[in-house]
């Protein structure tokens, strides 16, 4: 029977949590509790299936010792499960948490590393402590932080310094390449300048000849100002010229008209004449005729009686000579008529080749005033194409007055600038070296603060461990016995920190 209840004892003392090879792992807690369930069942099962006797104490004794040595191999078989499985939990949280993140460079931009690599390790404690099982928590942990967080740091010291290295040698190269540049642009800032200032003597030289220009463009302006003004008075006297013979243009209208009026009553006159003439021609045609029939009727007369005639004859001479001086009075006035009509005709020609020269005079004062009109429309657009020409030359005067201003000042501006930029980079250069010379020490700084804050950490936990009951200090120091001295047991666990 005591056999039979310390196999069943054993079968408790070994119900723990199952781990990744399909055992199971109890925490420090749970095995105590369990422990001290089965030891307290195993005695009272003793106690009461026992029988009284001298064997009975001795049996008690074998009891407790076989309870004590199963309890001491339990515990080295949960301690080194423990182990074993705190061991892979913490290689997957270090290929996780730092050695992935330190290959991948995640804390080489950190702008403040410490804090970073806090928070990496708040995490990375975090996870381990959910993870982890059994007694060998803390102790692989402590191992962790006292040999694979040395060696963390260390890569992460070498990287940073590799880092560092790197960095500096790219900023020698970048300082290089920035003086061989900065050599480069100050050659062609130099260049630069002196095309500038021969570009600049040009525009001067150039503003010289333009102001030259502007002065003879303005002399030119005034003096066809004059001119155009004395175009206008010239102008002004042929407007008074052209009103005048305008005036005397109507004055020979009204002459022409009147001769024309005369001419048409002359006209009349002669026509009258004309008639006149042709009446008296007429009436001489008719006493012609009438001659001629009274001599037919005389000589019939005379046929038929001469002495009649002979009688008569006085009378008839004195008739004749009567009729004669009729007849020559008439071809007087006929002859006076045609003087008359000699003269009308010459005062006609007269006139008429005073009205031809009339018309021609008018038609040349015409075609004078057509050649004044035209000359003084041309004057006019003579005066405003100057005026034109002389306001496009001021403003173009003026525009490349102002272009050259602007772009003297442009150039002036350039250099300036060129003067400020080369200044600026001298003051950049010594700021990016005096930078990453600060830069370099905070970081040598920073990783000895961090080196210093995690001893003090170490320091910290070891300070805490001195402080748990002997109990815990055994199962940290895997030790069956209590530990006399803890420090000198930590210390030839861990290892002395000063010598880290």
Known sequence: DEDG??????????????????????????????????????????????????????????LKQHMHA???????????????????????????????PLAAGAWDAAADKAEAFQATMDVLEEVYENEARGPAKKKAFYQFLRVDAVVFFEALFQRLADGHAQAEAKWERSREQLEHAHANEKADWKEQLQAKAVEAQHLVYAKTLLEEKVATQVERIAELQHTSEKQVATIAELEEQRDHLKGEINELHAGAADLTKELEKMQLRLQHKEESLHKVETEAQHTKQELAEQVETLRAAHQSGKEEWMRRAADQTAEKM???????????????????????????????????????????????????????????????????????????????????????????????????????????????????????????????????????????????????????????????????????????????????
């Not at 299936?49 to 064997?55: D, K, Q, T």
């Not at 173009?396 to 442009?410: I, P």
């Open 5 to 62: 209840d310390e196999d069943e004892e054993e079968e408790e003392i070994t119900e723990v949590e199952e781990d990744d090879d399909g055992a199971t792992i109890l925490s420090q807690t749970e095995f105590e509790k369990i422990y001290k369930e089965a030891q307290e069942q195993a005695l009272t099962l003793f106690k009461m299936r026992s029988v009284e006797g001298a064997s009975r104490a001795i049996c008690f004794q074998k």
């Open 322 to 500: 009567m009729l004669q001086k009729q007849l020559k009075k008439s071809e007087l006035d006929v002859q006076k008529q045609e003087r008359e009509m000699d003269l009308l005709g010459k005062e006609q020609q007269q006139l008429q080749q005073l009205y031809d020269a009339e018309l021609e005079a008018r038609r040349q004062q015409e075609r004078d005033c057509a050649a004044l009109r035209d000359q003084n429309d041309k004057l006019k657009q003579q005066l405003e194409e100057s005026s034109a020409r002389r306001l496009s030359t001021e403003k173009m005067a003026e525009r490349e007055r102002v272009r050259l201003e602007m772009r003297l000042e442009r150039f002036q501006m350039q250099l300036g600038r060129l003067e400020g930029d080369r200044e600026v980079e001298e003051v950049l250069r010594d700021c990016v070296s005096e930078v990453v010379r600060l830069a370099d020490e905070e970081k040598l700084a920073t990783l000895q603060e961090e080196r210093l804050m995690l001893q003090e950490q170490l320091g910290e936990l070891h300070v805490k461990i001195a402080t748990l009951p002997d109990f815990y200090v055994r199962q940290i120091f895997c030790a069956p016995e209590p530990v006399p001295s803890f420090f000198e047991a930590l210390t030839s666990v861990v290892g002395n920190p000063s010598e880290w």
């Open 70 to 100: 199963e309890r001491t191999a339990q515990i080295a078989r949960l301690q080194k499960r423990s182990s074993r499985f705190c061991a892979k939990v913490l290689a997957k949280l270090r290929a996780r948490f730092l050695m992935r």
